[in-house]
């Protein structure tokens, strides 16, 4: 095979070689036995909380609609928000901490980032790369919780048209359109955590300790956000609204939190994923 | 691909005045390297002389504090994305994901190549292993191989497109006789189809079978550079005579000129710069001096590094 040969062949296609280079680290990320488990584990806390809640919901008498747990025991599909609710928290920030304490101090770490730099692959499109492989992560995390809630609540409870905190009806349908939206909502949260993350990530060579930084972070942003001498720092907290998804279960969507989410989310995924851009940029690769 | 005359006709690696620092300790000291197209360059140097990192900088690893460098005529690490497709690196030993197969890890090096041809992966990855001897390893996960295939699997990683340079930093390194001969044959047989190979190692004997040009590390510093010839021309072939009269042997030395004559235990010694050997050997005899047998020593590599750099190859700087 001469060099002639295989050039000519090539045309050069941007969208494609960059689809196959997501989808490389997507590989990776799904085929790490850690991370499976991880998801494993996601998925069966919430089952934990099913079975918690069909117990007790024997022997408790229901509270008045407005507790997202008990309401539970009326509709399965409840069951999805109040996984994400409890979750959300520790258990998914913990689960993107751990995807991008990998990403590039992993790589760095066992000296792979040398390899994929000289093959070469230019360094903003290695970290986009990333950033957009960990955002896939922060929602295929959320996805599984909402996930295992349906399928553990049709399980348990049964499924039906459910009630709104506003007290209206909505159809199975449009149930699970809103759970679905809750999970849209929790990936972009997760996904600037995650970008926090990143930038992390291209600080050190050790994957373990921009995990722990990472979780440490977002245990410190939800310690801050309960602190009320606090509370003018509160709307700047990337967690302040990560828990609003529940007015989706309002008739109609109250959005305006939400909305203001989202924005934050976006600040903080934009600064961080610049500085980690500053960062790897003209970083020397030593390992 | 298209090249412009001009970098065609540039060496394959170029540097001038390139500089590290780590902190205060200064790891490369203005080296100006000139490979030229088609070489086998030897670059040679103590363990901690500033190979790897001069080698991190070629390929934009790392930044110089100050020089230039370039490959292939095109500046580095400001061309790296355009020119790296025809280079092939080893560096400072292999490094892959232990829980991927052989196979897996170079699809996954190819991927990141955005000119890489998606279609041709597959079979250009199995010839790659296949010329490396791994293919019966290549569905087993890294972290089965043995340190040898490790560094077979990073060898097949360099070779997974055509390259024009190859730079490859220890590369027989945890390799048996037989991968060693297996390694410099490979080296041999791309050099031959026109691959500049840039070829960094402690191992001066591997380089002496193998190089064209060499380069020598010391402390940071390039202290020689140029082809393996001329280098060799700075050494003085030397000889041994064995004869059971070293004094009158000495003297006759000093008649032809030979300056540096010293008795050795049973016979002398001494270099014989432009005295050809026969002449010696005819003088002493005709001096009645007994010639039991005349050496001709070659000076090795290693000769030449303590000449160049005034201490034994394993002092490290």
């Known amino acids: 095979m001469s060099a002639a040969e295989v050039v000519v062949a090539r ?25 499976r488990v991880g998801v494993g584990i996601l998925f ?70 040398r390899y994929l730099l000289i093959a070469p692959v230019a360094r903003g499109r290695l970290l986009v790369v990333k950033a957009v492989s960990l955002a896939i992560g922060s929602l295929v995390g959320a996805a ?16 039906g048209p459910l009630t709104t905190l506003s007290g209206t009806r909505l159809g199975v349908a449009e149930g699970l359109l809103r759970l679905v939206l809750a999970v849209g909502y929790l990936a972009a949260g997760l996904s600037a955590l995650a970008m926090i993350g990143l930038f992390i990530s291209t600080l050190t060579e050790q ?27 509160h709307p700047w907290l990337l967690v302040d609204r990560w828990l609003s998804f529940v007015d989706l279960l309002r008739d109609p969507v109250f959005t305006d939190r939400m909305v203001t989410g989202l924005w934050v989310d976006a600040a903080y995924a934009a600064v961080f994923l610049a500085l980690a851009w500053l960062r790897f940029r003209d970083k020397d690769i030593t390992s | 691909m298209p090249e412009s005359q001009a970098s065609q006709d540039s060496p394959a690696i170029a540097s001038s005045a390139l500089t590290k620092h780590f902190g205060r300790q200064l790891v490369v000291d203005a080296i100006d390297l000139d490979v030229p197209r088609g070489a086998v360059y030897g670059f040679i140097g103590p363990n901690g002389s500033g190979k790897t990192t001069t080698i991190r900088m070629l390929l934009g690893l790392i930044r110089p504090d100050s020089g230039a460098c370039s490959l ?26 232990p829980y991927l197969s052989g196979q897996a890890n ?28 791994l ?35 220890e590369p027989t390194n945890g390799l048996d006789p037989q991968g060693t ?62 004869t059971t009269d070293p004094v009158p042997a000495l003297a006759v030395l000093a008649t032809l000129g030979v300056s540096d004559g010293a008795p050795v235990d049973g016979g002398i010694v001494g270099s014989l710069g432009q005295v050809a050997p026969e002449w010696i050997v005819q003088a002493m005899v005709r001096a009645g001096i007994s010639v039991a047998e005349f050496i001709q020593v070659t000076p090795t590599l290693e000769d030449l590094f303590v000449q160049l750099t005034g201490e034994g190859f394993d002092v490290s700087g």
């Open chain 1, 44 to 113: 069966g806390l919430v089952v934990l909380v099913g079975i918690a809640l069909k117990v007790s919901a024997v022997r408790r008498p229901r509270s008045p609609a407005g507790d997202l747990m008990s309401a539970v025991a009326g509709n399965g599909i409840f069951l999805g928000f109040a996984g994400l609710t409890v979750e959300i928290a520790l258990f998914l920030p913990l689960a993107v901490a751990v995807l991008a304490g990998d990403t590039v101090a992993g790589e760095a770490n066992q000296g792979t980032l």
């Open chain 2, 72 to 97: 292939l005529g095109h500046d580095m690490p400001s061309a790296a994305t355009g020119v790296l497709p025809r280079v092939g690196a080893l560096v400072e030993g292999p490094a892959f994901h």
């Open chain 2, 135 to 169: 293919t019966v390893a290549a569905a087993k996960k890294y972290r089965a191989y043995s340190l040898g295939m490790r560094q077979r699997l990073g060898i097949a990683a360099a070779l997974l497109q055509p390259r024009d340079l190859l730079v490859l930093d």
């Open chain 1, 11 to 35: 045309r050069p296609r941007p969208v494609r070689a960059w689809l196959r280079l997501l989808g490389s680290e997507l590989g990776l990320m799904f085929s790490r036995r850690r991370n």
């Open chain 1, 207 to 233: 994957p373990i300790a921009a995990t722990v930084a990472t979780a440490m972070v977002s245990t410190l942003l939800w310690i801050l956000d309960t602190v009320p001498q606090l509370d003018w720092l």
């Open chain 2, 106 to 133: 170079l699809l996954r090096v190819d991927a990141a190549d955005r000119r890489s041809d998606p279609e041709t992966a597959a079979s250009r990855v199995a010839s790659a292993l296949d010329r490396v001897g």
């Open chain 2, 181 to 242: 001969r297996e390694v410099r044959h490979l080296v041999t047989e791309l050099a031959g189809d026109g691959t500049t190979v840039f070829v960094s190692s402690h191992l001066l004997a591997e380089v002496e079978q193998l190089c064209t040009h060499l380069g020598v590390m010391r402390a940071g510093r390039l202290v020689a550079q140029g082809p393996m010839s001329e280098l060799r021309a700075l050494t003085a072939t030397r000889f041994r005579m064995r």
């Open chain 1, 144 to 159: 599984v919780v909402a996930l295992s809630g349906v399928l553990t609540g049709a399980a348990l409870f049964n499924i």
